[in-house]
């Protein structure tokens, strides 16, 4: 996998919506940011702009708006990082759109997570990594000295890959891996499934979450995948946190995980601090990931 390069201050930082609406005073948090970090903010020309989809789907501007700025910050020699606003819906719009040669021999970091996954299966489909990270929104909310920021910082700065200690969960599973991390939304990433930009492979260390999505919803997901084949044949799964459930369904949805996965003998880690939470911390998309889960707590080191 292609590491981007370091970031310099100078460089300059690309923002861009290419799902949903996002509010422009976000948009304007992270350009604050950026520029106390030492970076020169480009807001793509539809950035902050608001488009409505047959009538219910809200995107930050029709697909070609949204794909003319994504593709600007590709292209754009003089970009070094492209921050994503938010999720919501429409970055798989623009995969068959994208020139994954020149991502490859042009790589730049991508930063962002939940419809972005999307995304990250076309930079990973290219050889390039990536950040599975928050967006404007934490950026605005708890500026460059809160802890996530400054990992993002850190790695695409300085090339330091995090290492995580989380809290045991009753459902972890024990056991050791080392193989490729990839991972991100659960949705997003089945509807790639059958695709060049499928991301979910046997062999990986998969991470994933999900908001909104009912208990029977993520069953019939990973059901998909246990008779594709591939979620016998994972090296391990990390499972993030599954939010805005109809009822408290917290207990039901990680048990119900645990059941699906229970004939498998890879590691599996649970309560992992990634997702729609305050703090969901950055993984690095491609990178060799070592998984180590106990009783007791779960490790989880990143190296190139």
Known sequence: MIVPALLKPGDKVAIV????TVLPERVDG????????????????????QY????????SAPIQSRLDDLQEAIHDSEVRAILCSRGGYGAVQLLEHLDLDYIATHPKWLVGFSDISALHAAWHKAGVVSIHSPMAKHLTLYDTDDEINQINHKIMTRG????????????NRPGSATATLTGGNLAVLMGLLATPFN?????HILFIEDVAEQVYQVQ?????????????RLAGLIVGQFTKHRG??????????????????????????????????????????????????????MRN
Not at 52 to 59: D, I, K, L, M, Q
Not at 199 to 203: A, L, S, T, V
């Open 248 to 301: 408290d369904e917290t207990n039901a949805m990680v048990d119900m995980i645990s059941d699906m996965v229970a004939d498998y003998d890879y590691p599996v880690a649970f309560d992992f601090p990634i997702g729609h939470v305050p703090r969901n911390v950055p993984l690095v998309e491609g990178l060799t990931a070592t998984l180590t889960v106990s009783a007791e707590e779960t490790r989880l080191s």
């Open 30 to 49: 992270a350009v604050r940011a950026f520029e106390k970090w030492g970076f020169v903010p480009v807001v793509g020309k539809h950035c902050r702009e």
């Open 199 to 203: 991301m979910i492979r046997p062999g």
């Open 160 to 171: 330091e890959y995090p290492s995580y200690c989380v809290a045991g969960h009753r459902h």
């Open 220 to 232: 019939r997901l990973l059901y998909h995948l246990r008779l594709a084949g591939i979620l016998p």
């Open 52 to 59: 409505t989809a047959y009538g219910v789907v809200s995107h």
């Open 17 to 20: 919506s290419p799902s949903g």
